[in-house]
Nanobody
Framework: QLELVESGGGLVQPGGSLRLSCTVS????????IGWFRQAPGKEREAVSC????????YYADSVKGRFTVSRDSTKNPVYLEMNSLKVEDTGVYYC???????????????????????WGQGTLVNVSE
């Protein structure tokens, strides 16, 4: 019954910034973990960032740490992914996903147990290019 919708993607030059949003809708939009993933052309899907609702713990992949920031306000919805100092290598389709049941810490949920995510959005394309 839940629906996740990503928005904010587009074409941006290297060094630029972009902010993505993930809106969760449904009878109950609660989540234990919400994550951002991406799939670059010709590559496997990879984790970008995850946030656990219980304690607000966040995880960032090494490739984006220091440049990307996941955030939310008191309503917990939508969740944002602010991307700064974008690189060509950041190009890809970005997806958000949620896990309803409490589980492992953000890092483990992102890198080891992403298969447990219950719902996925349709993705939004980020193209970093001149």
């Amino acid at each position: 019954q839940l629906e996740l919708v990503e928005s904010g993607g587009g074409l941006v030059q290297p060094g630029g910034s972009l902010r993505l949003s993930c809106t969760v809708s449904g009878y109950s939009a609660d989540y234990a973990t919400i994550g951002w993933f991406r799939q670059a052309p010709g590559k496997e899907r990879e984790a970008v960032s995850c946030l656990t609702d219980r304690d607000g713990n966040t995880y960032y992949a090494d490739s984006v740490k220091g440049r990307f920031t996941v955030s939310r306000d008191s309503t917990k919805n939508p969740v944002y992914l602010e991307m700064n100092s974008l690189k060509v290598e950041d190009t890809g389709v970005y997806y958000c996903a949620i896990d309803r049941a409490p589980g492992p810490p953000a890092q483990d949920m992102c890198e080891r147990y992403s298969f447990a995510m219950d719902f996925w959005g349709q993705g939004t394309l980020v193209n970093v290019s001149e």
